[in-house]
């Protein structure tokens, strides 16, 4: 029996968020309230894309239609919203042997983009994949080009006290010898979702590079989504704001989304260690499994996010397009 794809619309994201809730693929952005503010605030059309053998729902898959001067792209997730991972959402196939989950996975991604190729008109598509999607062939026996990343997960199940071993010492020592009346880490508010990113796009900015989130994108996450899912910490001393790390939840994992900025002034406190080991301590006393340190492609981050113990978790970029649209989607991506 083959798989048909179906896209659906919004009467019926009550029964794509129950195939999210059930995957074991879905993150955050997968949710349809979350689907609809990345349309929103990226300009882009959603398809929301289901795919089923039979009446069993066995994968999902958000794609955002751009137009670009002559060019149209395609992506998961869109461009401008700093989402890390998003792509394929898989349903029903872990109970499957080894022959008969691949031959559904190939057909489920084969069925997406015929489906694809017969209602868009699309010069470019990117996708990135989540972490725990493992099986990216599909993509290049339909002849994107696929290239791994690399992110950065720490084990939060290991306890306070092994975990804390596990630290590189400057990073323990912070963590103990800092004099606890110094400051202040917490969970902030609203306001202070927009106050992160703000300073994130202040120290780009001074940087001479572009930190292109849409302005509102945050804070319309952290007012519509359940209760929890979008946290700002935030660091202060003598109650004067330092800085801060907006993490986001999800099915048992926290991730260092954006911030962890150094404060514009001197000040002698180890803001980010303190506010990474509060973000882990707080995960941990909710019971969640992991910390995502969100990337480990970038060597000079890499020095720093590295001291936590984590290890490396494989995702994929897949891109598929010609040459002019894929040398325009870039420059846009970088500084529309």
């Not at 994107?144 to 199940?157: A, G, I, K, Q």
């Not at 990113?197 to 319309?220: C, H, I, P, T, W």
């Not at 962890?260 to 002034?265: A, E, H, L, Q």
């Not at 890499?302 to 995702?315: D, I, R, T, V």
Request: some cysteine; glycine content about 8%.
């Amino acid at each position: 029996m083959s798989i048909e794809i179906e896209e659906i619309g919004r009467d019926e994201y009550g029964t794509w968020d129950s195939y999210v809730e059930q995957s074991p693929n879905s993150n955050l952005f997968h949710q349809s309230k979350a689907l609809e503010l990345q349309s929103e605030f990226s300009g882009a059309e959603l398809h929301a894309l289901v795919g089923y053998k039979g009446q069993e729902p066995v994968g999902l898959f958000p794609l955002f239609e751009m137009e670009k001067g002559p060019f149209t792209a395609v992506f998961s997730p869109p461009p401008k919203l700093w989402i890390p991972r998003q792509g394929p959402a898989l349903l029903n196939m872990q109970k499957l042997k080894r022959r008969k989950q691949e031959r559904r996975l190939k057909r489920f991604i084969d069925g997406c983009v015929e489906w694809l190729d017969e209602n868009v008109d699309h010069d470019y598509a990117e996708i990135r994949t989540a972490g725990d999607y493992h099986d990216a062939r599909p993509f290049k026996w339909n002849g994107s080009e696929v290239t791994p990343e690399y992110t950065y997960v720490v084990d939060l199940t290991v306890g306070e006290d092994d975990l804390l071993g596990q630290f590189s010492s400057d990073a323990r020592s912070n963590i103990r010898n800092t004099d606890e009346d110094s400051y202040t880490v917490e969970e902030g508010t609203v306001e202070d979702v927009d106050r992160i990113l703000e300073q994130v796009r202040d120290r780009y900015e001074a940087q001479g590079k572009a930190f292109n989130m849409v302005r509102g994108f945050g804070r319309s996450l952290y007012e519509a989504l359940p209760e929890g899912q979008i946290r700002p910490y935030v660091c202060r001393s003598d109650g004067e704001y330092l800085t801060g790390i907006l993490a986001f939840e999800y099915d048992g994992r926290t991730h260092r989304w954006q911030g962890g900025v150094k404060p514009d002034f001197d000040v002698d406190i180890p803001t980010n260690d303190l506010l990474d080991w509060h973000i882990m301590s707080d995960a941990m006393d909710r019971g969640l499994d992991q910390y995502d340190l969100v990337g480990a492609g970038n060597p000079r981050l890499n020095e720093y996010k590295s001291k936590f113990g984590p290890e490396l978790e494989l995702f994929y970029d897949i891109e598929h397009g010609s040459r002019p649209a894929t040398v325009l989607v870039d420059l846009y991506r970088r500084f529309a």
